[in-house]
């Protein structure tokens, strides 16, 4: 029986001793070294190789490194093989930096005052207190939820929309297609942190956009794909739309040549919001490994294949 990774050195000088120390029985190869291919039960990657089942053909569990999984070609993994995303306090903890940042960005003017700086121009604009910002996340998962009680209680008032029902302290929860309105009515500054599904590809759109109060401002961490850009773009230039923070772009890198590089009112990271930490990411990784061996299957980071997250 072995562990294959397909990742980063990085990652392998960690996980390796750390799989060796705890699991000496398990062997641990590093691709693109596999071992006998008919021992490998378990793979990490962030996209695993082609033709799997004739690969390694009694591969029983995947790991995504990261806490997506619409990198993975769903019907190139046999039905039997478990696949698993994700989840460590690296991730999250780095996603609420990086989305109280990008809020308090917005709130406080910021864009607005990097343009002026630009231009050399001294020119005040109106304070608001965080009380009088109304923020929503659409996505209360793994990574929205820790984000909207940050937000909270970071004196914001906060709601969340989420495809199934939830109930959080601070918050207001909408669900479901039939309360996305509403929630849009109420959000000042929208916060992306949907997983991408057939169902969310493209729905920062003009159609949402018009939905929200005039002048909203939005942050995408999700995927580059839920963005709609010449929408955006159009919206911009109505005013419907204020301001953007995107951290993630489609494609990847984002072209030389896109417009997005050079409005003022949208504000780019290269996709940095958040990424695993190597050593707590080990430790998620081979604590669910052992609990597998033990006979656990009901994980939360487990994928339903059905909701494709």
């Known amino acids: 029986m072995s562990f294959l990774l397909k990742s980063t050195p990085e990652r392998a000088q960690v996980w390796k001793p750390l799989f060796n120390k705890a699991l000496p029985e398990l062997e641990f190869h590093v691709w693109p070294e596999t071992g006998n291919p008919e021992e490998v039960r ?61 809020t308090l960005t917005l709130h406080r003017d910021g864009l607005t005052y990097i343009a002026q700086q630009k231009n050399h121009v001294w020119k005040t604009r109106p304070n608001l207190v965080a009380a009088q910002r109304r923020v929503g996340i659409m996505g209360l ?21 989420s495809r199934s029902r939830h109930a959080m302290p601070d918050v207001t929860c909408y669900a479901g297609a039939e309360e996305l309105g509403a929630f849009l009515a109420t959000t000042d500054i929208l916060v992306c942190l949907l997983p991408l599904t057939d169902a ?18 939005l942050i995408n961490v999700a995927r580059g794909a839920h963005l709609v850009v010449p929408d955006l773009l159009e919206m911009l230039e109505s005013g419907q739309i204020s301001a953007a923070i ?18 003022p009112r949208i504000f780019i990271t290269p996709h940095i919001a958040s990424s695993s930490q190597t050593e707590t990411a080990g430790r998620v990784l081979l604590d669910t490994v052992e609990c597998y061996l033990a006979g656990e299957r009901n994980f939360p980071s487990r994928v339903d294949r059905s909701k494709g997250y």
């Open 141 to 161: 998962g793994t990574l929205g939820a820790p984000v909207a009680r940050a937000l909270a209680l970071n004196g914001f008032t906060c709601s969340g929309w």
């Open 42 to 102: 378990f793979l990490a990657a962030w996209e695993p190789p082609p033709d799997l089942l004739k690969r390694f053909p009694n591969l029983e569990v995947i790991f995504s490194v990261g806490a997506g999984v619409d990198q993975f070609d769903m019907s190139a993994i046999p039905e039997h093989v478990t696949i698993i995303r994700m989840i460590e306090p690296g991730l999250t903890d780095g996603m609420v930096d990086y989305v109280l940042w990008a």
């Open 200 to 217: 969310t590809r493209g729905i920062l759109n003009t159609s949402l956009f018009e939905k929200l109060p005039w002048g909203a401002q």
């Open 246 to 263: 995107l951290d993630v772009t489609d494609p990847e890198p984002l072209p030389i040549d896109s417009p997005l590089w050079d409005d």
